[in-house]
């Protein structure tokens, strides 16, 4: 399974690039320029960690099939935040903020899934609080930052 472990060293860097890229966006100031510079590397990646999840899914599909629908499902956010932003239909700044947040909630949600087992202490609490953990904390800072641009118009 060589050509597995290579797909996954790629899903880990792309993903890496996602952590990276996302906070950036999020930080700078919205419009264009470093926003908009980081947020086409983070939809870059995460195309990167889409195709990478599909592509594990199908080479191992009894033990990786979950990779499959939570690709589709997380990209979907990252897709849909993206496209609002470049084709700035009606409330698309609802749309692109409750997308690319979504989808950063999506990669930290798998990061923790996947990592856990492996740090001592946090391995004995139960794995259900690190798939919904994100969630709690992300959703209303989705709302708090829609809440703050509602009336933004940025470009």
Known sequence: MLIFTFILFIHIFAGSICLISGIR????KKRRGKHTICGEIYHS???VVFITSLTM??????SSAYLFFIGIFSYSFAFIGYLAGKK??????ASHISGM???????CTAILVVN?????????WNPLIFW???SIIGSP???LVGQKYKKFKPF
């Open 101 to 107: 947040l979504g989808s950063y909630i999506a990669i």
């Open 116 to 124: 856990i087992p492996n740090i001592t202490i946090l391995n004995e």
């Open 45 to 47: 990646a995460y195309v």
């Open 132 to 134: 919904f953990l994100p």
């Open 57 to 62: 899914a199908l080479l191992n599909w009894e």
């Open 25 to 28: 966006a999020m930080s700078s």
């Open 88 to 93: 700035k239909w009606k409330n698309w700044i």
């Open 141 to 143: 800072l989705i709302f």
